[in-house]
């Protein structure tokens, strides 16, 4: 994501934009960079560990699968998660226009990060399933 916005592909990155309309909202101003950065960090990471939770309770009782399915379980999850933040939650909130009216250098940006994200975490979700004796 952050190359793409450095190479001028993305735009502003919607973690970025969200984290700008929570500090305005919360405070009632412009957001600084660094509180943006610092909102968008924190924000970020904890909806992805709390969207990864809840891949782990969708696939507890799968049995083992290849990491081939794995990664292509996560990605199919993570696009889900893109689906509904960037057509849905987020556009509802007025943080910006859905993912289809967007410019397609920031769209493609985040659905590629997002299978990267789903990926990965189907893959290590399931492996360390499997370690631990959870299947």
């Given at each position: 994501m952050i190359s793409a916005r450095r190479a001028g592909i993305s735009g502003e990155l919607p973690p970025d934009k969200i984290a700008e309309a929570a500090v305005e909202g919360a405070t009632g101003r412009e957001a600084t960079e660094g509180e943006e950065d610092a909102v968008a960090a924190v924000t970020h990471l904890g909806f992805g560990a709390v969207a990864g939770a809840?891949?782990?309770?969708?696939?507890?009782?799968?049995?083992?699968?290849?990491?081939?399915?794995?990664?292509?379980?996560g990605a199919v999850f993570a696009s889900g998660?893109?689906?509904?933040?960037?057509?849905?939650?987020?556009?509802?909130?007025?943080?910006m226009r859905p993912a289809s009216e967007d410019r397609p250098g920031r769209t493609v940006t985040m659905v590629v990060a997002h299978w990267v994200y789903g990926m990965t975490l189907g893959v290590t979700t399931l492996r360390l399933r499997d370690l631990l004796g959870r299947d």
């Open positions: 809840l891949f782990g309770l969708m696939v507890a009782r799968m049995r083992s699968v290849p990491d081939a399915a794995a990664a292509a379980l998660v893109w689906l509904v933040s960037y057509q849905g939650w987020v556009p509802f909130l007025h943080i």
